[in-house]
Structure formats: C-alpha cells, structure tokens
C-alpha cells in the first residue's frame, strides 16, 4: 500500500526527468518552465490512481498517459494567462510576461500538440480509445473557457448555466483523468465511466469549494488576493443566488456593488459578503458542494469496489475536501 | 480522368456542408469564418490527388483527412494571424479583429483539437499511423513559426537557417498532406516517402517563389502590398545572399536601407531591388528554385509510376510553379 503511495509520488520526479526536448531553445523554454512551475499535480495523480486501483503496478505507459494529462492543464493554463492577462502564476512571471504573447501561444500550441504526442507514443493497445476522450474533453474545456468569458456580458445567467460552465471548464478534465487510468488499466467502460462521474462530481465540488474560498477564504488560508471574484465583479453562483434571494434596498446594494468598482475594496467586500451571508447564499454554495461530494463518495465506493486502493483515493478525496487554499 | 478532377474540386463543397458544430456560438462561429474565407485548398486537394493517384475511389473517410489537414492549416493562420497583428485576411478582417483576442486565441485552440477529431472518427484502419505523422508535422510548423519570429533579432543568419525555417513554417505541411494521402490509400512506407519528398521540395519552390513575387512582383500581379518584405526589412534569402555578395558602398547601401522604415517607400524598393539584381541575387534564388521544383518532378516520376493521376498532380504542379500570385 505504501509502495503505491510512493509510485503516485513520484509523478512529480517522472515530470522532471522527461522535458520536452526540442529547437528552437525559446519555444522549448517556456513550455518546460511552465510544466516546472510545480502544483499539486492532482490531474495526473488521480489518472494514476485510478490505474493502480485496478491493476496496482505502474508503468512507463501509465506515467506517460498521465503526463500528458498534466500537459494539457498546463496548456490551459498558459492560454488562459494570455486572455486574461495574468501577470503572475505561482508566485513567478507568466509565459507571456517573461516571454512575450507570440511565443506564449505558440508554446501553448506545441504543449496541446505533445499531448497528442505522448498518448501515441504509449504502448496501450486502446490508444484509439484514450484518444478519443482526450479529445472530447479538450474540446469541452475550451466550450468553458468561452462560456466563462461570455458571463460578464450575458444578460440573464441561470444556475445550470454557471454549473455548465465550470462542468466544462474545469470537472471533465480529472473526470478524463480517471477515466483514462481506468481505460489504461483495461476497465470495461461501465466501470470507467463510474470513475469518470466520480472526477466529475469531485470537479465540481471542487470548483464550488474555490468559489467559496475566493469570496469567504482569507488571503493567509489561500495566498490569493482577497476577494478576487467580488473585487472583479464576477456573477458567481453566490452573486446569482444573492440576487434572486434578497430584495428592496439589500438588493439594490447587491446591484450597486457589482456594478462599481471602488479604488479601496476593503468596505466592498464586507458588504457583499454581508449580503450573500443575509440571503444565505453561503449556505446554498455549501450545501450544493455537498452533494456533489455525496455523490462522489457513491461513486468511489462502486468504482474501487474491493480495491485497496480505495484508501488512497478517499485519502486524496478528503484532502481536496478540507483544503482551504 | 474527369472524374476524378470533379471529385478533387468537390472539397470546396464537402467543407461548406461540413461546418464545426457547437457551442457557445461565439465559440464555433469564428471557427466556420476562417475555413469559409475560401483559399486555393492546395493542401487537402493534394491529399485526394495522393490518394487517387493509388486508389482512383475517393470516399468520406479520405475528404475528412482533407479536411483535418485545411483545418490545421486554418488554425496555423488564425493563431498566426494574432501573433502578427495582421488585420485583414482575404478581404476580411481576421478572426481576432471581428471578433477579439481572446476568442482567436480559444477558437485557434479548437480548431487544433477538431483536426484530431476528424481524422480520430475515420474509418481508416492505419489511423494511429496518420495520427504519428500529422503530429510530428504540426509540431514542426510551430517550430518554423518561433524561427521565423526569431529571424528579426538574431545576429547571424545562414541560408541552411532560413531554408530550414520556410521548410518547417511551410513546406512540411504539404508534403504531411500528401503522405497521409498515401497512406489512406495504404501505400507502403517507401512509396508514402517519395510523395511526402515531393511535397517537401513543391513546398519549398513554392515558398521561394512567394519570396520572389514578394520582392518582384507587381501588386497587381500578386494582390498584395508591392515590396512587403523590403519594407518589413525582412531578412529574406535574397539579402542574405546580396549582403554577402555585395561589397563597399552597394553593400553599405544595402545595410543603410535594411535599417530604417521610411514613411514614402518607393525609392527604397527601388533602390532595394536594383541592389539585389546587381548581386544577381534574383538568379541565385530562381537557380534554387528551380533545384526544388527538379527534385519534386524526380519524385513525381516516381511516386505516380504507371497511375494515371500522375497529369493530375502534374497539371496541379504547373499551376504552382507559373503561378504569379
């Protein structure tokens, strides 16, 4: 069992010692400091998890399959710098910054393109297979991206559209994660498909959890500015429940907040967080991330059933659970 | 033999009733304008007449090759296109332009997944094969890209540098074209690699000639701005061969020009081209292009050896290589 925990580790040692090789220098650059910036790494972790929990020997493959996974978050990210101008990635300058925005596409490009590169180069006789889900997701995540993007211009924003929104944008890529581990590990797909719902529940869960975070988290607890969302005026599902609870002068407020932006936030951000604490919308946030972690757990038992590696997946499970930052 | 020419001319029409589909729109419309601009469709028309010149039958799974290979080609454009602030694109504004920054960027990104979509939901039994090739190419666009980004400030330029550029930013992309062509028609790898050396050198002769038109050409001949590249100060082939043939004042001359933009042009063209014919640097460039376009009809001779689609390839070769524009 330690054994594993260790394999799963040391994903971080298989990242380092395989840079993407290649000319010229200022295009390798910038992909590999990107990939090296560090992280949880929890994409490609739970790819090997849910490989482990069925076959427990890793491989090269494996390993591979997962950093491909860790590849294409770092894409994402990189891009995701670039539209929005993003200065700063874990404490250090983003590619476009240290770079410039030219160079930092076009390593987004070749990243996107390497993820393809080492899925081939795996010996796994479902390639095809694990292809075709890395290409769906792929092409899901930038359907979020785009919808994220519309949210501040949209007229009216339903719940299940924000939900949609970071379904695509952020859950289905560690539910592509799992189910790729579980595909390499030879599930049949009734069993992949079980660890995909679970990456898609915890995904969400997740999101939910950073959500509540940005707006109720202090900047000790997540080392991020303190109420980013509310300071940038973001229509988050705490900003759509608030605004359909509350009403007369409360709402009004509501309104006239999201619609300033005060050069001192400080007063800002006490009276939003009020107002979403009077309409209960920390609660509603709290509650919504609960079952999607309720259903998580469903999905864990049936997906490792009998397996040892269970503990491990709970453990990590419980992790994301409790995190504060 | 009619026949066939209809069935390589249809492309234009599988593309237009074969749209991106998806959303958000705002997503997926930028997609469709790019493949819709229209354009020469020089690179899938190769990849039909390949696969024609061995199978003669064309079928939906070879014009949806096609169709991934005119979508990279979208893609390199419209992400191009951002990194040059280029406004326009046949006629059109650019996708960044209409639409913004962000969105070119995303749709770009897209674009590049769909390409692997498409040729992921052919039939074709070699898939993994064409995968392994079309990644191996894309991969070396994105490095031809950085090169030729990198051109403008870099101290030394040889012409192996710059042949190596164009031959990576544009060259090994009609010959991916005409490979997977054969491949689709189950070609062995030999003959596979005689079609992709005659798209290698067809590629490169046809760059030279844009460089050529570019410097020599006449803006009604060619539709674009007269002397773009003179203006730009771009490090092309044919000053790297002036600037080490001529000497003393020409040579002076030549640097004094190379170095500064003035607002009124025409004399500089003028004087820019005197120079390089003087340096009969527009002999050494028509001398190389013609060694490419030599080498290309070796190949041909022995790519479409006995097929009847060798006039095809053959005719659609005579109209790159006469071609003013």
Known sequence: MSENIVASDSFEEYLISHPFLGKPENLYNPMNYIMQLGGKRMRPKLLLLAYQSICQELNKDVYQLALSIETFHNFSLLHDDIMDNAPIRRGKKTVHEEWNT??????????????????LKTGLPNKAELLN???IMATQVCEGQQMDMNLPTQELITDEEYLQ???????????????MGALAANADLERADVFYDFGLNLGMAFQLQDDYLDTFGSSEETGKQEGGDIIENKRTLLYLHALRT????????LQY???SKPEDSNNKIERVRALFKQAESDIFLTDLKADFERHALE???????????KAH??????LLKTRKA
């Open 102 to 119: 030219a160079t930092a596409i076009l390593a987004g490009d070749n990243l996107l393109i390497k993820c393809y590169d080492l899925i």
């Open 133 to 135: 889900e890395f290409t």
């Open 313 to 318: 997946i709970l453990a990590l499970f419980d």
């Open 257 to 259: 907040w999201f619609n």
């Open 299 to 309: 999905n864990i038992e049936i997906a490792c059933d009998g397996s040892s590696n």
């Open 246 to 253: 509350l009403t007369g002068g409360d709402k009004e407020e």
């Open 165 to 179: 929104m970071i379904r695509l944008k952020t859950a289905v890529l560690p539910a592509c994660a799992l189910k």
